[in-house]
T-cell receptor
Framework: GAGVSQSPSNKVTEKGKDVELRCDPISGHTALYWYRQRLGQGLEFLIYFQGNSAPDKSGLPSDRFSAERTGESVSTLTIQRTQQEDSAVYLC???????????????FGEGSRLTVL | SQKIEQNSEALNIQEGKTATLTCNYTNYSPAYLQWYRQDPGRGPVFLLLIRENEKEKRKERLKVTFDTTLKQSLFHITASQPADSATYLCALSHQTGANNLFFGTGTRLTVIP
């Protein structure tokens, strides 16, 4: 597609339910990132995928959070047993890795706003 | 611990003046640094990338400097306009060779007409 697409754009769920957020990166982009942004705060790194390499999961806040990516296509971020503190905008970004060790610019989606009641 | 700090949460300046935003980092050795703009309710948009061996980068009214000794980047907007009002984020990698990016908390800039 022309840009990074995320769905759903808004999700309201009850505490304890599982949610799945989807990200369609720009075609050909080998790198994919998930970030969390709480209201009025900066971007918190969650996970990074690069091609077929093992993902960098160092930012996932707990084992309730997991993410998958098939090849260089769609990624899903799953939050199990949601808590109120999970309420935030979840942003996905993709990029080309043009040179070893230098990421290209990140192209962000518009985010998925999650509200846990 | 690793930190990326951006000066003052909010910055107000008069239209036409130069806005200067600061990004300081500790316990990172980035090979490059990026700046993004974020409007309310939108995802960040890339503005500029500067590598560790570059002292300065310009794009239209934007200028970025990168001082690896001071561990600081400055972001300047000259001849500022109300349309420049947004949150500006700096981002850098953890270390040379790493591609994942970590973001600062951002500075909300308001340009007053």
């Amino acid at each position: 597609g022309a840009g990074v697409s995320q769905s759903p754009s808004n999700k309201v769920t009850e505490k304890g339910k599982d949610v799945e957020l989807r990200c369609d990166p720009i075609s050909g982009h080998t790198a994919l990132y998930w970030y969390r942004q709480r209201l009025g705060q900066g971007l918190e790194f969650l996970i990074y995928f690069q091609g077929n390499s093992a993902p960098d999961k160092s930012g996932l806040p707990s084992d309730r959070f997991s993410a998958e990516r098939t090849g260089e296509s769609v990624s899903t971020l799953t939050i199990q047993r949601t808590q109120q503190e999970d309420s935030a905008v979840y942003l996905c970004a993709s990029s080309l890795v043009r040179l070893a060790g230098v990421a290209g610019e990140l192209f962000f989606g518009e985010g998925s706003r999650l509200t846990v009641l | 611990s690793q930190k990326i700090e951006q000066n003052s949460e909010a910055l107000n300046i008069q239209e036409g003046k130069t806005a200067t935003l600061t990004c300081n980092y500790t316990n990172y050795s980035p090979a490059y640094l990026q700046w993004y703009r974020q409007d309310p309710g939108r995802g960040p948009v890339f503005l500029l990338l500067i590598r560790e061996n570059e002292k300065e980068k310009r794009k239209e009214r934007l200028k970025v400097t990168f001082d690896t000794t001071l561990k600081q980047s400055l972001f300047h907007i000259t001849a500022s306009q109300p349309a420049d009002s947004a949150t500006y984020l700096c981002a850098l990698s953890h270390q040379t060779g790493a591609n994942n990016l970590f973001f600062g908390t951002g500075t909300r800039l308001t340009v007053i007409p």
